[in-house]
């Protein structure tokens, strides 16, 4: 059969092996992964090399090589040294979850195109609705990404208290929310995509140790007034994108209720912390909030991008875009939570809501509390073998399973150390057996780790560090004279 004809397109014998291939493809992939067996998380490549690389491939590589070259390009997110981003670890069944929904291709936008996964979708945002704490009128949807959910909550937040319908007059007052310094940029780039501009972004300051300083809460709403802002909604993390610390949610509570505020949670990282036994503490008040965001994509094992966005009073999630569609969207009198299309900023989506159907009906909760659980203790193991090492300091306490840290050496001046600790970073990159990333606070450069492979273990890390110090000395050691 010629291979530019559609009955080769749609050819299921050629489907079929070509998917038991892949299949083999990825189960030896996962087991040489996690196993340690592969040598490199990431084959890095200058981007101009990934490049010509691929346009060769494009040019004149065999297209049955296809999906073996993809897994050898990529980051390895399932090897036990991978400790960079926060991108999940998918469980392997939620490939097959993705598989049928990229094959059956519902869009979700009304219902009739998306039965299965809208009723599902209702029924996981429910469940994650009481595991926050709201009660029966809450309501959440799935969406993409934890920027859109962000995003799409704050435009809630407008709708519901500004003291003017933005959506269909215009914006005629400077409105403002108020976030912490520290919070993830997507909060920064959502203001500023609603109109807010600069002044329009309160910047609460940090305490030492990088959680929002409730006490400058009431100067700077004041402050804000004073300048003629109508202050909206304020921002908690839970937790912070660089350091994994936690905002203090119960304090922020309080004072949106004092200053009549929408209460808006960014826990794209950190919410999954609800499923913990152990560490749900971290988010108390959370259930005083008025909108969350948690990814699924992240500590909840799922592939990109699948975010839960939750609402304590469910009307919220069906007023925020009203316009008129009526070849989608028709008029009802009772609340029509299964047209999609009304309430995502999306009108076509994926049918997301297969990963955490499959994951909750196989496994339950348990197997998020495991996960949780896991990367955040091991999040202090490894602060503690920081501390128990003098080439090492921690910029603070980990509170989440994210570490800063730096390489340190008496004789440096802080902008040598800041210098050495970057070259580092790109050795470990070019070498790549491990991954991990770096981050800047208050000046001060220092390599950052996300522990979200649940087959790291101590000894992983501590090979780490004992690779960090051969490197810095080898960085460190004078230019032989000739």
Not at 4 to 9: A, P, V
Not at 128 to 141: A, D, N, Q, W
Request: net charge negative.
């Amino acid at each position: 059969m010629e291979r530019n004809t559609m009955e080769s397109l749609y050819d299921q014998r050629q489907f079929r092996e070509m998917g038991h291939r892949l299949i083999d493809l990825l189960a030896d992939h996962i087991a040489n992964t996690t196993s340690g067996k592969n040598p490199k998380t990431i084959d890095w490549a200058e981007p101009s090399t990934e490049l010509e690389s691929w346009k060769d491939f494009f040019n004149n590589g065999n297209a049955d090589d296809f999906f073996e070259k993809v897994i050898q390009r990529t980051t390895h997110t399932h090897h036990p040294k991978y400790i960079g981003h926060q991108v999940g670890v998918p469980a392997p069944i939620t490939a097959l979850t993705g598989l049928l929904a990229s094959l059956l291709n519902n869009g979700m936008a009304v219902y009739e195109m998306g039965m299965s996964p809208t009723a599902m979708e209702r029924i996981i945002t429910d469940h994650i609705c009481k595991k926050v704490g709201y009660g029966e009128t809450s309501r959440g949807l799935l969406t993409s990404g934890g920027t859109l959910a962000n995003l799409t909550a704050l435009l809630s937040a407008r709708k519901a208290k500004a003291k003017h319908n933005v959506w269909t007059e215009g914006s005629s007052q400077q409105l403002g929310i108020m976030v912490s310094e520290e919070a993830h940029y997507c909060v920064d780039r959502a203001a500023r995509i609603m109109g807010l501009g600069d002044q329009g972004i309160i910047k609460v300051p940090v305490t030492k140790d990088f959680t929002m300083d409730t006490s400058q809460l009431e100067n700077y709403h004041a402050k804000a007034l004073e300048n003629g802002v109508h202050v909206f909604a304020i921002v908690g993390s839970a937790p912070s994108t660089a350091t994994g610390i936690y905002d203090d949610l119960e304090a922020i509570a309080r004072f949106a209720k004092e200053k009549g505020l929408w209460f808006h949670v960014d826990g794209a990282h950190g919410g999954a912390a609800i499923f913990s036994k152990k560490y749900k503490h971290l988010l108390a008040g959370i259930e005083k909030s008025d909108s969350v965001v948690i990814d699924g994509h992240k500590m909840l094992m799922m592939p990109t991008l699948t975010t839960a966005l939750l609402y304590r009073e469910g009307i919220h999630s069906h007023t925020t875009f009203v316009q008129k569609a009526d070849y989608l969207l028709t008029h009802t009198d009772e609340e029509d939570w299964y047209n999609g299309g009304k309430r995502t900023f999306e009108c076509t989506k994926s049918m997301m809501g297969l990963h955490w159907y499959i994951l909750l009906k196989l496994y339950g909760d348990d197997i998020f509390d495991q996960n949780v659980t896991k990367l955040y203790d091991l999040g202090k193991e490894f602060a503690q073998l920081i501390h128990s090492d003098s080439n090492f300091e921690l910029a603070i306490e980990p509170m989440s399973n994210i570490l800063c840290f730096r390489y340190v050496a008496p004789q440096l001046s802080l902008e040598q150390l800041n210098s050495l600790n970057q070259s580092i970073r790109q050795q470990l990159l070019e070498d790549g057996e491990f991954y991990m990333v770096q981050t800047q606070l208050r000046g001060v450069h220092y390599l950052r780790t996300s522990l979200m492979n649940p087959f790291t273990t101590m000894e992983h890390l501590g090979w780490l560090l004992e690779k960090i110090k051969t490197l810095a000395e080898k960085l460190m050691a004078p230019e032989p004279t000739l």
